[in-house]
């Protein structure tokens, strides 16, 4: 089926550099899932995407009505058309690390549900961020975590898309700014093969990484191999910052307009590790998507 005539055919889209020999270079932004599922294709496929994000459904919500499999037909007959790569972010709302137990249940149920419809679309790993612990702690709500993923686990046996842990920001409570927080979490669930990490840029710089020049790039990334291990690298998240190092406030930008800097996309883009990994943007946007698709301009020259 030929995509819906939209307003994103007005956009010029971005031509993302690829290599005459291996894996292509996956690179896009987070991509409305509105009308629909399927319907984030041929939106990111109009914009020149070759990686997408997607919300499996409404973000804001706990829970939504089962997909109707012929949604679920479309989406993966679109994907596999448009040779893209897809993956998901769950609800803002889950919080596995809370203490109130009236919480920590429905995030228990609502993100096994969403990992179950991430896993119907057959989307690679869903994004998640790690929760915070309201007071309890930072080990404590570690802890917390890793009971609520275990309990995910448990609901969700044949489940092939894996858990992303996003590393955030650590505004108030939140867990997860620290490397640590993130290996802590991968060595103690029951089933360590069915996680991975995402890694966002602007989060990295407002928790305190410094990676504004090589150096400082270097000596992150350095520490992340140590602490975590590039093994577990799902996925990038392209953001810049508009809050300054170890802020601690998450606020994303256009890229090269905020304190992370053109540069810093340079060094990843330009970084053989992390080559084979999609990138995703997540930054501010209308619903043409041309702010996606000049802030990708700007990073395309750095693909060699
Ligand atoms: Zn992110
Ligand atoms: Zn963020």
Redesign the pocket.
């Known amino acids: 089926m030929p995509p819906k005539k939209s307003p994103q055919a007005v956009v010029e889209p971005v031509v993302i550099p690829q290599p005459k020999k291996g894996a292509k270079i996956r690179l896009g932004a987070h991509t409305s899932i509105s009308g629909g599922v399927a319907e984030s294709i041929p939106r990111a496929v109009a914009v020149g995407f070759t990686a997408a994000q997607i919300f499996v459904k409404n973000n804001k919500q706990w829970f939504a009505p089962d997909l109707d499999p012929a949604d679920i037909k479309l989406f993966r007959d679109r994907q596999e058309a448009a040779d893209l790569v897809v993956f998901g972010?769950n609800s803002y709302l889950v919080n596995p690390g809370s203490p109130k137990d009236d919480v920590f249940d429905t995030s228990v149920k609502s993100l096994a549900a969403e990992l179950l419809r991430a896993d119907s679309l057959g989307l690679p790993f869903l994004?998640m961020h790690p929760g915070s612990h309201g007071g309890a702690g930072e080990e404590a709500g570690l802890q917390r975590v890793v009971e609520g993923l275990d309990l995910v686990l448990k609901a969700t046996p044949k489940v092939q898309t894996k858990l992303a842990l996003?590393n955030t920001a650590g505004q108030g409570s939140c867990l997860g700014q620290k490397f640590e927080h993130l290996a802590y979490l991968l060595n103690h669930v029951s089933q360590p093969e069915r996680f991975g990490v995402?890694l966002?840029t602007?989060?990295l710089l407002e928790a305190g990484y410094d990676i504004r020049d090589e150096k400082h790039y270097t000596a992150t990334f350095a520490e992340f191999e140590r602490v975590i291990g590039k093994q577990w690298l799902l996925g990038f998240?392209l953001?810049d910052s508009k809050t300054p190092l170890g802020s601690r406030v998450d606020r994303?930008e256009h890229l090269g307009a905020g304190h992370v800097g053109l540069e810093t996309f340079r060094f990843v883009l330009q970084d053989k590790r992390w080559r084979d990994i999609p990138k995703v943007l997540?930054t501010p946007k209308s619903e043409d998507m041309r702010e996606d698709v000049d802030n990708l301009k700007k990073i395309c020259p750095f693909i060699n």
């Open positions: 972010h994004v996003e995402c966002d602007a989060h998240h953001n994303h997540e």
